[in-house]
């Protein structure tokens, strides 16, 4: 069963400008879009506390806290092998004891550093919406510098903030290039402006894709794989065939805001459900201005037509008003899916009691299951530590598994990493699990993901439904 591609779909439901052309401007329309998210709050947390960032154009550095070593992290730490992501542990507190610092000088590493760079949307129309991705990233390097770094070289990070232009993404990535071993956990939705560079300079990027240019971008490895090819679809098809089987759904919908991301993402879910064999009728697909804030109108309608399953393309906060529409008529559908980025406190807050009852499919491991996932309760430690009173959310996760991929790659590179090699060992990345962070994802071939989880909220809370532990494929 194949599992749905979350990124793009993902960073799609803040309709961004994924769709633009490196350089270009947003659309009236889809600024419209961001400024009815509610206050330009996005699914980020906001910038409060950080002193690592820039809202300009030149980049500030961030050497990552070294502080006491994670309790259990020398005996089941980064890896230390090439591979699937569960090899031989990291000692903790000694760095890696077979490992050295070489002669290498070039881009990012020094005989004491690795730097590594992050280019993420932090202002703009969105504020703070890339931050929760950093944090992620930030805290797992965070464990990795208290166990003494790699080869013994603690790890740097760069954060340059794009202020929301493809423009700025394309000129940060350019600065970057020749001053960082790889980039790691960015998160912005008008990465294309960067796609070209990473790809021309040669540069490492182990961070989340939103866009078509980034996704098909070479030298791109996501911790959220996407197929590039135009009928590939969304990769819904696993889950949908597990609420075929356990929810009996016949009648899906797709709610999206009508702008070019909307439309684009719609009829890929389209092709999903159609292989699915419950394809989506044309009255149940429903494009909304991206300033409306009331969906009575198509909840009362979804009602009408028995709707059991709808997918969105859309930003937290319509679906947050989606569900609260469901709850003013009176009906919810079986599967209130919404999509991936719902995962997080935020939608909890926003939408209340309506959001009781939604179920989303998940590549990523939940941190309300650290008592069985020894990944999440290493993530819900240093991420406390690293980022204390923040948002835990989809991109936060996403974040860590980058920056667990990347020391994986460094690793194994050996005492004399160079971008070259970085990128070498990110091929090879066929199956990786990042210690259980994350179902087997293969990111080197970007191959849609196989496996999943299903998560739902109960008692105002997310809680794991489905298997019991890990992921079904």
Same mark, same amino acid.
């Given at each position: 069963?194949?599992?749905?591609?979350?990124?793009?779909?993902?960073?799609?439901?803040?309709?961004?400008?994924?769709?633009?052309?490196?350089?270009?401007?947003?659309?009236?329309?889809?600024?419209?879009?961001?400024?009815?998210?509610?206050?330009?709050?996005?699914?980020?947390?906001?910038?409060?506390?950080?002193?690592?960032?820039?809202?300009?154009?030149?980049?500030?550095?961030?050497?990552?806290?070294?502080?006491?070593?994670?309790?259990?992290?020398?005996?089941?730490?980064?890896?230390?092998?090439?591979?699937?992501?569960?090899?031989?542990?990291?000692?903790?507190?000694?760095?890696?004891?077979?490992?050295?610092?070489?002669?290498?000088?070039?881009?990012?590493?020094?005989?004491?550093?690795?730097?590594?760079?992050?280019?993420?949307?932090?202002?703009?129309?969105?504020?703070?919406?890339?931050?929760?991705?950093?944090?992620?990233?930030?805290?797992?390097?965070?464990?990795?510098?208290?166990?003494?770094?790699?080869?013994?070289?603690?790890?740097?990070?760069?954060?340059?903030?794009?202020?929301?232009?493809?423009?700025?993404?394309?000129?940060?990535?350019?600065?970057?290039?020749?001053?960082?071993?790889?980039?790691?956990?960015?998160?912005?939705?008008?990465?294309?402006?960067?796609?070209?560079?990473?790809?021309?300079?040669?540069?490492?990027?182990?961070?989340?894709?939103?866009?078509?240019?980034?996704?098909?971008?070479?030298?791109?490895?996501?911790?959220?794989?996407?197929?590039?090819?135009?009928?590939?679809?969304?990769?819904?098809?696993?889950?949908?065939?597990?609420? +075929?089987?356990? #929810? !009996?759904? &016949?009648?899906?919908? %797709? @709610?999206?805001?009508?702008?070019?991301? /909307?439309? =684009? $993402? *719609?009829?890929?879910?389209?092709?999903?459900?159609?292989?699915?064999?419950?394809?989506?009728?044309?009255?149940?697909?429903?494009?909304?201005?991206?300033?409306?804030?009331?969906?009575?109108?198509?909840?009362?309608?979804?009602?009408?037509?028995?709707?059991?399953?709808?997918?969105?393309?859309?930003?937290?906060?319509?679906?947050?008003?989606?569900?609260?529409?469901?709850?003013?008529?009176?009906?919810?559908?079986?599967?209130?899916?919404?999509?991936?980025?719902?995962?997080?406190?935020?939608?909890?807050?926003?939408?209340? +009691?309506?959001? #009781? !009852?939604? &179920?989303?499919?998940? %590549? @990523?491991?939940?941190?309300?299951?650290? /008592?069985? =996932? $020894? *990944?999440?309760?290493?993530?819900?430690?240093?991420?406390?530590?690293?980022?204390?009173?923040?948002?835990?959310?989809?991109?936060?996760?996403?974040?860590?598994?980058?920056?667990?991929?990347?020391?994986?790659?460094?690793?194994?590179?050996?005492?004399?990493?160079?971008?070259?090699?970085?990128?070498?060992?990110?091929?090879?990345?066929?199956?990786?699990?990042?210690?259980?962070?994350?179902?087997?994802?293969?990111?080197?071939?970007?191959?849609?993901?196989?496996?999943?989880?299903?998560?739902?909220?109960?008692?105002?809370?997310?809680?794991?439904?489905?298997?019991?532990?890990?992921?079904?494929?």
């Amino acid at each position: 069963m194949r599992m749905p591609k979350l990124s793009v779909v993902l960073m799609a439901l803040l309709l961004l400008a994924g769709a633009t052309a490196c350089g270009s401007r947003l659309t009236d329309e889809e600024r419209a879009l961001v400024l009815s998210s509610g206050g330009g709050a996005g699914a980020g947390s906001g910038l409060d506390g950080v002193t690592d960032v820039t809202v300009g154009t030149d980049a500030t550095t961030d050497t990552l806290a070294a502080g006491p070593a994670a309790e259990g992290a020398g005996a089941d730490g980064p890896a230390a092998g090439a591979g699937g992501g569960g090899g031989p542990a990291a000692p903790a507190g000694g760095g890696d004891d077979a490992c050295r610092p070489g002669s290498a000088t070039g881009p990012g590493v020094t005989p004491t550093e690795i730097t590594v760079g992050n280019v993420s949307q932090l202002s703009g129309l969105v504020p703070g919406f890339g931050q929760t991705g950093i944090n992620g990233a930030k805290a797992y390097l965070n464990m990795v510098n208290s166990q003494g770094g790699v080869c013994g070289r603690t790890i740097k990070m760069v954060v340059a903030d794009d202020r929301f232009q493809s423009a700025t993404n394309r000129s940060e990535t350019e600065k970057m290039a020749d001053k960082v071993l790889a980039l790691v956990g960015s998160v912005s939705v008008v990465d294309d402006g960067g796609a070209p560079v990473i790809d021309a300079k040669g540069l490492p990027d182990v961070s989340l894709a939103t866009t078509k240019p980034r996704v098909a971008a070479k030298n791109n490895f996501s911790p959220n794989p996407i197929d590039p090819n135009p009928q590939a679809g969304n990769g819904l098809g696993g889950i949908l065939e597990y609420f +075929k089987q356990t #929810e !009996g759904i &016949k009648k899906p919908a %797709i @709610f999206y805001q009508n702008v070019a991301t /909307g439309v =684009n $993402q *719609a009829n890929s879910y389209k092709i999903d459900f159609q292989r699915a064999g419950i394809p989506v009728a044309d009255e149940n697909v429903y494009a909304v201005s991206p300033t409306a804030t009331n969906f009575n109108t198509e909840a009362n309608h979804m009602k009408s037509t028995q709707v059991d399953f709808v997918i969105t393309v859309a930003e937290v906060n319509a679906m947050a008003n989606l569900a609260r529409s469901f709850e003013s008529v009176g009906y919810f559908p079986k599967v209130p899916f919404y999509g991936a980025q719902v995962y997080g406190k935020k939608f909890l807050q926003l939408a209340g +009691k309506a959001a #009781e !009852g939604t &179920k989303v499919g998940l %590549i @990523f491991a939940i941190p309300e299951e650290a /008592g069985g =996932n $020894q *990944a999440m309760a290493r993530f819900n430690e240093w991420y406390a530590r690293t980022a204390p009173g923040q948002d835990v959310d989809f991109f936060a996760l996403v974040g860590w598994v980058a920056a667990d991929m990347f020391v994986h790659a460094l690793r194994s590179a050996g005492p004399d990493p160079t971008q070259a090699k970085i990128i070498a060992e990110l091929s090879k990345m066929t199956s990786y699990d990042a210690h259980g962070a994350v179902a087997s994802i293969n990111p080197a071939q970007k191959k849609s993901v196989g496996c999943y989880h299903v998560i739902a909220v109960e008692g105002g809370k997310w809680v794991k439904k489905h298997p019991a532990k890990g992921f079904v494929c």
